[in-house]
């Protein structure tokens, strides 16, 4: 174990080249890059030390981010223009760093101090209006009882407490590696300007979700999923959001002890053949900690109205 000299909170982006790279792989890509920018880490005890760098929060697969948060330990005391140096030109390709902060050594750790966490993302196949209105729905709900399969067990859950908030609204430019259907619905497909919402049927949504390590931590595709059901729409089978959102996917979220043919708050069903949500283009837009975000305010607040 080497000493700690310094700590210093790095705050990063996460884009294309590295939306698919699972949370050990990205461990090891930015292992590779302190040894390659001579970064002084330090190492963790015991027969195998480890770099001591700690993250936040696991991305999922295929989500980008745009304010990610992790810690890094120094055995070796450099300045915020010599670390910034060196990372920029070794870190891995996809990431790209925001900014630094240096950090109390014996400050706590930082993922229990997580709150809340932010994401956006465009739904295809979707009416801003019906969106809107499942979404008020959603929010005005005193609870949200839903099951979650977890490998060979259900856990039953509530939704509710772990939705802080939701807003619809325009969606986010689609890049051209999208799906076909996105990429379809852009006024010029040379372009990356973001297409008409109503034309395309592509919406933007936001939501603010609850992170706790203690109390439970709430999904973007558990989010989506109860908005489709409020719909009564399906979902695309592999949500890019890293799980399974389709209804029979395993570890998919479902209403618990509702009829799947209606909604448990009152919406009408779609026709059999109304096409599937589909969610792209998500991003994780910002981690939360305790000292920036008051989510008990949050909680015992009316229910905010999308937008």
């Not at 005193?142 to 060979?152: F, G, H, M, Q």
Request: aromatic residues 6%; glycine residues 6%; charged residues 25%.
């Amino acid at each position: 174990m080497s000493e700690v000299r310094q700590r210093w909170r790095i705050v990063f982006a996460r884009g294309e080249e590295a939306r698919y790279l699972s949370h050990l792989d990205a461990v090891k890509a930015w292992e590779r890059a302190f040894r390659r920018g001579d970064i002084p880490i330090a190492t963790s005890e015991g027969f195998s030390p480890r770099p001591r760098l700690v993250f936040a929060a696991p991305l999922s697969l295929g989500m980008l981010a745009d304010h990610e948060l992790a810690d890094l330990y120094l055995a070796e005391k450099l300045t915020a223009f010599d670390l910034r140096a060196r990372l920029d030109q070794a870190m891995p390709p996809g990431y790209e760093v925001v900014d630094l902060y240096d950090v109390w050594s014996g400050a706590p750790a930082l993922a229990p101090r997580l709150v809340a966490a932010d994401y956006r993302m465009t739904l295809l196949n979707v009416e801003p209006g019906r969106l809107v209105d499942a979404a008020e729905r959603l929010m005005a709900a005193a609870r949200l009882p839903r099951e979650r399969l977890k490998e060979t067990r259900t856990v039953k859950y509530d939704l509710r407490p772990l939705l802080l908030a939701i807003r619809v609204g325009p969606p986010d430019a689609l890049p051209e590696a999208e799906p076909k259907a996105a990429r379809d619905a852009e006024p010029d497909a040379g372009s990356h300007a973001a297409p008409d919402a109503d034309a395309a049927s592509a919406v933007g949504l936001w939501v603010r979700l609850r992170h706790s390590q203690d109390l439970g931590s709430g999904r973007p595709d558990e989010v989506v999923a109860a908005l489709a059901e409020e719909m009564g729409l399906q979902l695309v089978g592999q949500s890019e959001l890293g799980e399974n959102a389709g209804a029979n996917s395993a570890g998919a979220s479902r209403p618990s002890a509702s009829p799947p043919s209606a909604s448990p708050h009152g919406a009408t069903p779609a026709a059999a053949f109304a096409p599937a949500v589909e969610v792209v283009h998500p991003v994780r837009e910002r981690l939360w900690l305790d000292d920036e975000l008051d989510v008990a305010t949050r909680l015992d607040s009316p229910p905010a109205r999308p937008v």
